[in-house]
T-cell receptor, first 111, second 114 residues
């Protein structure tokens, strides 16, 4: 079983819709969770971090964490074509500095 | 956010030669730096973790004699790919962490070995 799993996509949504990206992880000791956006040929950029159960909102982005289900998601409201990218879920286990990445979900926002 | 600068952004080298990639934290002291490799359409794979002033910790399957990592100061880490071969062609990305904030990524280096 992979440590961090994501559906590779592509996930296609129309402009203005809500895009929902999901991620599951295997290590129950994980404490920190991150969503990165990566454009083709570029380095990842941090969008959201979340550390406790529940929702965390930042602009059009909402991260949701459920540690009992070992599940973290990212919602993008009012999706724009510029949101088209690969979204990487990353997990960090308590006591280490290692970030474990999922394979990423490719999002396409159709104009 | 914090700035991490990686150089060069692209490099083409001949098979058998060595290539050095630099990663600098510009506005904070990076106590820990990470080196990742990303093949096309795949995720980031951690190669090694380095702490300033100590030897790097390599992930399983990564040859430490081939991928030399030096973290001599709190703002600079280098990755040297020695005796590069075409299969080493990849996107190499560093990230740096210092203090309480999370790690930030450099811009990445596209290495092509011909």
């Amino acid at each position: 079983q992979k440590e961090v799993e994501q559906n590779s996509g592509p996930l296609s949504v129309p402009e203005g819709a809500i895009a929902s990206l999901n991620c599951t992880y295997s290590d129950r000791g994980s404490q920190s969770f991150f969503w990165y956006r990566q454009y083709s040929g570029k380095s990842p950029e941090l969008i959201m971090s979340i550390y406790s159960n529940g929702d965390k909102e930042d602009g059009r982005f909402t991260a949701q964490l459920n540690k009992a289900s070992q599940y973290v998601s990212l919602l993008i409201r009012d999706s724009q074509p510029s949101d088209s990218a690969t979204y990487l879920c990353a997990v960090k286990t308590s006591g280490t500095y290692k970030y474990i990445f999922g394979t990423g979900t490719r999002l396409k926002v159709l104009a | 956010g914090a700035v991490v600068s990686q150089h060069p952004s692209r490099v083409i080298c001949k098979s058998g030669t060595s290539v050095k990639i630099e990663c600098r934290s510009l506005d904070f002291q990076a106590t820990t730096m990470f080196w990742y490799r990303q093949f096309p359409k795949q995720s980031l794979m951690l190669m090694a973790t380095s702490n300033e002033g100590s030897k790097a910790t390599y992930e399983q399957g990564v040859e430490k004699d081939k991928f030399l990592i030096n973290h001599a100061s709190l703002t600079l880490s280098t990755l040297t790919v020695t005796s590069a071969h075409p299969e080493d062609s990849s996107f190499y990305i560093c990230s740096a962490k210092g203090g309480d904030h999370e790690a930030f990524f450099g811009q990445g280096t596209r290495l092509t070995v011909v």
